[in-house]
Every structure is written in C-alpha cells, then in structure tokens.
C-alpha cells in the first residue's frame, strides 16, 4: 500500500510541476514534509479547473458531478483508483481538512460552467470557493494539528488567496473575457475596461497582500519560505500589470521573466534566514 500511495504522490507532483513551474519552484521552498502534501492539493485543484476550462468537447457537467462524486468517495474509503484523488484523500484524511473547504470549492468551479458574469455577492462566493478556501487546505498542512494557529491564521490565508486570485483574473482576462466571455468582476465591461476600474482592482488586491503579510510571518519555519516566495511572485506579477495600460491586458498575459523570479527566491532566502521578514 505504502508503494501504491507514494507513486500517487509522485503523479500529483508531476501533474503540478507540467503545470504550473512558478508554484511547483514555490512548493519545492517548502520543507520535504510539506512538500507532497501541497502538490496532491494542487493536483486536485488543477483537475477540477481543467474540466471547467478546457474540456468543452466533452460533457463538463457530468464529468465535474462524477469528479465531486468520487472524491468524497475516495475521502470516505480512504483510498481511489484514480492516482490524484488517492493522493488528495491521503492529505485530507491526515489533516483533517474540513469537507465544507472541499464543498465550497467544487461550487465555485461548477458555477464556472454556467455563469458569465457576477454581482458582488456571487464575486465572493466564487473567490472564497476557488482561492481562498485552496489556501485554508494549505494552512491545514502548514499548521500540522495546531488548530489555535491556524485559526489564527485562517483570515491572512483567506486574504491571500482571495489577492492570488484577483491577480489571475487581471492576468487572464484576454482568456477569460475573449474565449470564455467571463467577467468576474461585478460592473466591469472589458470590452470598454478603463484606467480607473484598472486602478481600483490593483489597489484591492495590495490591500490584500498586505493582509496576508501578516500571517505569513507567523507561519511555522517549514512552510515560512515557499510561501513568501508565492506572496512575493503575485506581487511582482501585480507590479507589472500596473506598468500597462488597461487595452493591454486586453491582448497579452503579463509574465514576470525567470531572472526576476531568480532574484525574489534569493531575497527571500536571505530575508527569512536572517530574520528579516
């Protein structure tokens, strides 16, 4: 079994390094005890998000329902055929991590299958399932059974996500908005999506990083860095999207170059070494 379990791991691995190379860099900052952990939740994550946006030629609403359907199967067995969803039931039955987070997650991504655009009430629900509640998992894995810290840190965790998400949806509009015609934002037009509406995103979104700061300082030291070099990918991602102008994230996915990812991974190194965060 313990063979059968640790090749499951490797597959949730691979299937986030193929992926996503800046989180996969992030998570291997991580100490090698969170390390897997991380990637079968991401693995998990990554395969819901691929149904709802790639596999428009097959029956996405009843690949999403049977996805739902055996992973609380997998949770509840204690064990899944499926190598990604064995891994994740490893992680959510060692952690404890709440199936409401699970829940509310698989609510956000269906809700992608059907709705175009939001109100304000609808934004939240749908960032609170997609992000924030992915970070939540995370802080499970982080906090290893100290619930008194994790609920400590549940709201900058919460904040987190919430500003890893809003970031995403500014970098993807030209998929989001041009392919998909989704527009997450309540009252915004991309087809006629100003500087000012721009400027208001950017500054919801550092107000959430600055929120989360706070949390990833009191993160345990096994999970402080890799963390921090997320936080600090997403806003060097935001300070570049500020440098555009509104029509061009219209056209391009801004990207920030492997040299400046190089140089925040070793600021990063030098300023939770050294006690500087």
């Known amino acids: 079994m313990d063979l059968y379990s640790n090749t499951c791991l490797v597959c949730s691995k691979i299937f986030t390094t193929h992926y996503s190379t800046s989180f996969s860099k992030a998570v291997s900052l991580l100490h090698p005890s969170l390390r897997d952990s991380i990637y079968a939740i991401y693995g998990f994550v990554r395969i819901a998000d691929e149904i709802v946006d790639t596999f428009h030629q097959h029956p996405t609403h009843e690949m999403l329902t049977e996805f739902r359907k055996q992973a609380f199967q997998a949770i509840e067995q204690k064990i899944s055929t499926n190598p990604i969803l064995h891994s994740f039931q490893l992680v959510v039955n060692r952690f404890d991590i709440p199936h409401g987070l ?7 991504m269906e809700m992608d299958l059907h709705k175009q655009e939001y109100n304000h009430s609808e934004y939240q629900k749908y960032i609170y399932g997609s992000a924030e509640v992915v970070g939540l998992m995370c802080l499970r894995v982080f906090c290893n059974g100290n619930d008194s810290l994790y ?10 996500g919430e500003a890893f998400q809003k970031v995403n949806f500014l970098r993807d509009v030209k998929d989001d908005f041009l392919e998909r015609g989704r527009v997450y934002f309540p009252d915004v037009d991309f087809s006629s999506f100003t500087e000012s509406q721009k400027k208001l995103i950017e500054s919801d979104i550092a107000n959430d990083l600055e929120k989360s700061l706070v949390g990833i300082r009191k993160l345990p030291k096994e999970a402080k860095l890799g963390v921090y070099v997320a936080y600090l990918y997403f806003k060097a991602l935001l300070i570049r999207i500020k440098r555009v102008k509104a029509e061009r994230i219209m056209q391009e996915r801004i990207r920030v170059p492997d040299l400046v990812k190089s140089i925040i991974i070793v600021k990063a190194k030098f300023k939770v070494t050294f006690g500087k965060l």
Do not use: G, H, N, V
């Open 102 to 108: 699970i829940t509310s997650f698989l609510d956000s």
């Open 151 to 160: 609920y400590e840190l549940a709201q900058p965790a919460r904040s987190l």
